[in-house]
Nanobody, 117 residues
Framework: VQLQASGGGLVQAGNSLRLSCAAR????????IGWYRQAPGKQRELVASIRVDGSSHYADSVKGRFAISRDNNKNTAYLRIDTLKPEDTAVYYC????????????WGQGTQVTVSS
């Protein structure tokens, strides 16, 4: 299962960004979606996830600045990042996850977010 993340880019610190995650209908309809990021030299980490019913989970490090959402009609999930910081620089991935937020399937390419100070 590969989902396609997009919307990254080079942004200045303090700005906002919205990432998108497109999935096939059959994947999107029955699965929670998780957003992960991997900074240079670090392990990939889950930053947010959203279940089919819209309930969400956030890593403590991003609470208050990240907002995850999903549009079930468009088979697309979103991750809005406010008040971007240089430490948000990473490749962001989206993935279908199980109810314990464990990733399912293979990883897509991700989208690069680079935050300049």
């Amino acid at each position: 299962v590969q989902l396609q993340a997009s919307g990254g880019g080079l942004v200045q610190a303090g700005n906002s960004l919205r990432l998108s995650c497109a999935a096939r209908e059959i994947t999107f309809r029955f699965n929670a979606i998780g957003w992960y990021r991997q900074a240079p030299g670090k392990q990939r980490e889950l930053v947010a996830s959203i279940r089919v019913d819209g309930s969400s989970h956030y890593a403590d490090s991003v609470k208050g600045r990240f907002a995850i959402s999903r549009d079930n009609n468009k088979n697309t999930a979103y991750l809005r990042i406010d008040t971007l910081k240089p430490e948000d620089t990473a490749v962001y991935y989206c993935q279908a996850v199980d109810l314990s937020n464990r990733p399912l399937g293979s990883w897509g390419q991700g989208t690069q977010v680079t935050v300049s100070s």
